[in-house]
């Protein structure tokens, strides 16, 4: 199968990566403006590259829309004289599957999907959204593409920008930032700021995600009432952490929904 990228930006890269340590089967074919970003990831993913779009559509079994929301509006444009029938995939978020159709409609069949860029490890987690009448086949194609390199979760399209602000991989790599600065702040190295507070974040969670304790149990064992730890989360509360991820939160959702607006 053709799998043809629209965008050879960063999830495309990410995508490329996993795809190829699944030993994908499928040829990899990217389309993008900017011949820099092709050469790379050509050298580095052995990828086949098409400088000219509508050859790159018509080669596509499926098509995967890997620009940012704010350009797929003119992709789409762009592309709207083809008249071959395709599956296509939108990474776009906040794009819904009723502005997609309105400005490519049929013959193309849309799907949406949310990818993290930590699927170049094999360890990814994607959201699919599929439309109503979408065949059984199309459906299975789509899973069984992101399934290669990572867990796939089916959500309502009602649901998919609190998903989209929600998994992101930057929230971990921030709170690791922030939580090493702060331990280089009262004496340890760089280095060993680093391990102790991926310890903290990473192998936990991997102990709960792996393991059948619950989270609540799992913050009691490792918060004695009164101990060090229990005293730094009361703190961070106290300074209002779970207020600033709520806010963050927030803000990220009305950025997905303004993606929507024409």
């Excluded at 098509?63 to 929301?69: D, S, T």
């Excluded at 304790?213 to 703190?235: D, K, R, V, W």
């Amino acid at each position: 199968m053709n799998i043809v990228f629209l965008g050879g930006g960063r999830i495309t890269s990410a995508m490329l990566a996993g795809l190829r340590l699944a030993k994908t089967k499928h040829r990899l074919i990217i389309h993008d403006r900017n011949g820099n970003k092709l050469r790379d990831l050509k050298r580095r993913y052995a990828a086949v590259v098409e400088l000219d779009l509508e050859r790159a559509v018509r080669r596509a079994d499926l098509l995967i829309i890997a620009v940012r929301p704010s350009s797929v509006a003119e992709l789409l444009r762009s592309i709207r004289a083809t008249n071959k029938p395709l599956l296509a995939v939108s990474l776009a978020a906040g794009i819904p599957l009723r502005i997609l159709s309105k400005n490519l409609g049929p013959p193309i069949r849309w799907v949406r999907a949310m990818p993290s860029p930590v699927c170049r490890s094999g360890r990814g987690l994607t959201a699919l959204t599929f439309p109503r009448g979408l065949a059984a086949r199309d459906r299975n194609i789509v899973r069984t593409l992101f399934a290669s390199f990572g867990q796939v979760v089916e959500i309502p399209e009602s649901k998919f920008d609190a998903f989209t602000v929600t998994y992101s991989s930057s929230h971990g790599y921030h709170a690791l930032a922030v939580l090493a600065a702060s331990a280089e702040a009262v004496g340890l190295d760089k280095k060993t700021a680093l391990l102790a507070s991926a310890h903290a974040l990473a192998d936990g969670i991997v102990a709960w995600r792996e393991g059948k304790h619950s989270l609540e149990s799992l913050l009691e064992e490792a918060a004695t009432p009164g101990g060090i730890a229990a005293s730094a989360a009361t703190a961070m509360d106290a300074a209002g952490y779970k207020l600033a991820v709520r806010k963050g939160v927030a803000a990220g959702l009305r950025r997905a929904r303004a993606n929507a607006r024409p």
